[in-house]
DNA sequence: AACCTAGCACGAACATGTTCGTGAGGCTTC
DNA sequence: GAAGCCTCACGAACATGTTCGTGCTAGGTT
C-alpha cells in the first residue's frame, strides 16, 4: 500500500516559519500544477521541492517514493473518466467507452502508465472506476468470478500499451520501429519461424484502435464464454 | 529496433592492445555472467564496464541503452523455453505448458519484464516462441488475424504479472501488500464502490496460477468466438 | 612520408531517485 | 526549568543511466 498505512500523519515544522506547511496534499498538488504547466517529465523530486521551497529529501517525510506520487496523480487524473448512463448504448459500448476514457488518461501521460502496471492503484477514482466496470461487466451478464478476475484484464491492456508509448522516446522512433518491424517481418526467415512468415503484414496490421476494440471483444466473449475450464471454485 | 539496424558494426581500437577487443557480444557475456553470479540488480552498465575494465560510456557505442542490454539477456534466456511434442497433450495444454516456461523466465528476473512491456523484443528466440504460439493457436482452430493479434495479448498478461513483481523490494512488501489491499476491500465504502463491496474478497481470491490459467482460457475463448465484433478486414 | 578523416575509448559531467546523518524544534516527563 | 526523546527539515552523499567532449589510433589519400 501507499502512505495511507502509515500509522500516522507526518506533523510539518513549518507551521510557524514563514514557509507554507509542507503537506501530503500539497506536495501532489505542487506535482499536479509542474504536470499541467511544464509536463510529466518535469515532474521530479527535485522540481517539487524547488517549487515548495525545501530539499528533495524533505519530500519522503510524505511521499514513499515515485511511484506513489505517481499513483496519487493517476487518480487525480482519473476523476473525469466515468461510465455513460445506461440510455447511452449497449453495456458493452459503454464499457468500451469508459475503457477508452481510461487510456486517453493514460496516453497523455505516458510515464505514469508504468506506475499502473507495477502496483496496484488504490485511489478513490480508481477504485470509482473499477467499480463502474464491473458494474458494466454484471449488466451483460458476466459472472461474478469472472467480473473480478477479468477487471484486471481489462485494464491491462490499455495500461500495456501506453507503457509502450512511454519508452519511446519520440513518436518518430515509434514509426521507425513500426517500419523496421514490418520490414523485418517482411522478410523473416520462413525456415526458422514459418508461423511468423505466413501471418506476415497481419501482426502489424490494424489501427490501434481497432485493436483495442477487438482485444476488448476476446476478453469479453472470453468471460461469458461457459465451459469446463472456465474458474472453479478453489478448495 | 535495437542497434542491429546500424549500418554497420562499430570496430574496436582494442584489436591489439593487451584488453580484449570490445563487442557488442563480449558485452552481452559479460552482462549474462554478472546475471549468473551476482544477480540481475548488479546488472549495471558501470559494473559491465568494471568487468570489461573500461568505462560505462565505452558501452554505448555497442548498446544503445539498457533497455537494448535487456532485450538481449532475455532472448538468450529464452532458449530452452520451447513447445511439447504433439504427443505431449492437447494444443490448449501444450499452448499453457510453454507460456508458463515464457512465466518463469520472467518470474526469475522480473525486472526484465519491463523492458518486454515497453519495448517489442525481437531476438531469434524471442520470435521462435512466438512462432511457437502462433503454430498452436492453429492447431487449435484460431483464425490468422485473431492469432496474429492475440499473439500480442497471451504475452502480455505473464509480462504484466512478473512487471507486478519487479516493483516490490521483497516479497514480504507484497505479501503485505495483498493483506492490506484485501483488509481495504473488507472495509470498501459499500455505497460509493457498490459492485467491489459486492465482489469482496472474489477480489483477491485464486492462487497466481489458476488465475493465470484462467485469464489463458478467457483470451483463447474470446479468439475461437465468432461473432459480429470480430475483427473484421481494415480498408 | 605526410596529412586528413572517421570513429573508438573513456573521463568528466549532468540529471535523477533515494538514503544517510545531523541539526533543531516541539512535546513530555521529572 | 531542565533534560530527554521524537520527528521534521534538509544538505550531503551515493548509485545509476546517459551524454558530451577530447584524445588517440588506424586507415585512406595525396
Not at 500516522?8 to 504547466?37: F, H, N, Y
Not at 487524473?77 to 464499457?95: E, Q
Not at 492503484?121 to 463502474?132: I, K, W
Amino acid at each position: 500500500m501507499t502512505s495511507d498505512d502509515r500509522p500516522r500523519a507526518p506533523v510539518s515544522r513549518r507551521e510557524r516559519p514563514a514557509k507554507p506547511a509542507l503537506t501530503r496534499q500539497g506536495i501532489i498538488d505542487a506535482a499536479l500544477m509542474i504536470l499541467r504547466d511544464e509536463g510529466l517529465s518535469k515532474v521530479t523530486m527535485r522540481r517539487i521541492a524547488t517549487a515548495l521551497d525545501t530539499g528533495p529529501a524533505s519530500l519522503y517525510v510524505y511521499i514513499r517514493d515515485t511511484e506513489d506520487l505517481h499513483a496519487q496523480i493517476l487518480d487525480t487524473l482519473l476523476a473525469p473518466v466515468t461510465a455513460a448512463a445506461p440510455g447511452a448504448g449497449s453495456w458493452r459500448d459503454r464499457l468500451k467507452a469508459l475503457l477508452t476514457g481510461y487510456r486517453d488518461v493514460l496516453f497523455a501521460h505516458p510515464e505514469i502508465a508504468r506506475m499502473a502496471l507495477s502496483t496496484q492503484p488504490s485511489g478513490p477514482n480508481y477504485l470509482a472506476l473499477g467499480d463502474a466496470i464491473v458494474g458494466l461487466l454484471n449488466e451483460g451478464g458476466v459472472p461474478d468470478r469472472a467480473a473480478a478476475w477479468g477487471l484486471d484484464l481489462l485494464l491491462l491492456y490499455p495500461t500495456a500499451i501506453a507503457v509502450e508509448l512511454s519508452s519511446q522516446k519520440s513518436a518518430t522512433r515509434k514509426t521507425e520501429d513500426l517500419t523496421a518491424l514490418a520490414a523485418q517481418i517482411a522478410t523473416v526467415d520462413a525456415a526458422r519461424f514459418p508461423h511468423l512468415a505466413r501471418l506476415g503484414d497481419e501482426l502489424v496490421s490494424g489501427a490501434g484502435p481497432d485493436r483495442a476494440d477487438w482485444a476488448l471483444d476476446v476478453l469479453l466473449d472470453g468471460m461469458l464464454t461457459a465451459g469446463p475450464h472456465t474458474p472453479r471454485k478453489v478448495s
